[in-house]
């Protein structure tokens, strides 16, 4: 299958800092990446769908202010947690669509995000 | 009610048992099934997905579907203790995009 890479895998930072997650398909062009969030026990929930050059479509109760996703690229979408609280710390996983493919999601291995 | 639905369990069978896995949709319009695989702390694994009535056998995993009662399954035959994880239904929303939508997962619990 194919090949999304996220980074950072984990990352802690101070309550009011701004942290970029990147999402990369590696050996694809992904026309669509959607971002999710999963608390522990929970399942995923999305956030927001974004698609290369346009800008992105936030779920239902996503601020979009707080969670800048940008899609510049067929091969790299960011989110950027902005002024950061520990009510935000999750799991964020990215997937994303290929073109040519049957419709099946390919997901990042997920960033951690702990806010102190 | 919940747009895609699962028994969170925990299930437990026992090595070499049939573990079945039921999910539960609300969109009559959704077109694709998916069932992803989640070891604790790492993200989804694809293992299946399935698009039309009946069954979809892929070694020692069967997705089946039925559209009319909204409802979708996996059997996991031969259950080894590797394959405990959480499960997790998904489905694609029409309207574009291939948005899924996940069920809360069902924890299967294979002892040996």
């Known amino acids: 299958g194919a090949v999304v890479s996220q980074h950072p895998s984990r990352v802690i930072c101070k309550s009011g800092t701004s942290v970029k997650i990147e999402c990369r398909s590696l050996?694809?062009?992904?026309?669509?990446m959607f971002w999710y969030r999963q608390f522990p026990k929970k399942s995923l929930m999305l956030m927001a769908t974004?698609?290369?050059?346009?800008?992105?479509?936030?779920e239902q109760g996503v601020e979009k202010d707080k969670f800048l996703i940008n899609h510049a690229s067929l091969t790299l979408s960011t989110l950027t947690v902005t002024s950061a609280h520990p009510e935000d710390s999750s799991f964020y996983i990215c997937s994303a669509k290929g073109q040519g493919f049957s419709g099946e999601l390919f997901f990042g291995e997920g960033s951690r995000l702990t806010v102190l | 009610q919940k747009e895609v639905e699962q028994n969170s369990g925990p299930l437990s069978v026992p090595e070499g048992a049939i573990a079945s896995l039921n999910c539960t949709y609300s969109d009559r319009g959704s077109q694709s099934f998916f069932w992803y695989r989640q070891y604790s702390g790492k993200s989804p694994e694809l293992i299946m997905f399935?698009?039309?009535?009946g069954d979809k056998e892929d070694g020692r995993f069967t997705a089946q579907l039925n559209k009319a009662s909204q409802y979708v399954s996996l059997l996991i035959r031969d259950s080894q203790p590797s394959d405990s994880a959480t499960y997790l239904c998904a489905v694609s929303k029409s309207g574009g995009y291939n948005k899924l939508i996940f069920g809360a997962g069902t924890r299967l619990a294979v002892h040996p």
């Open positions: 399935i698009y039309s009535n």
């Open positions: 974004s698609n290369e050059g346009s800008k992105a479509t936030y």
């Open positions: 050996d694809f062009q992904a026309t669509t």
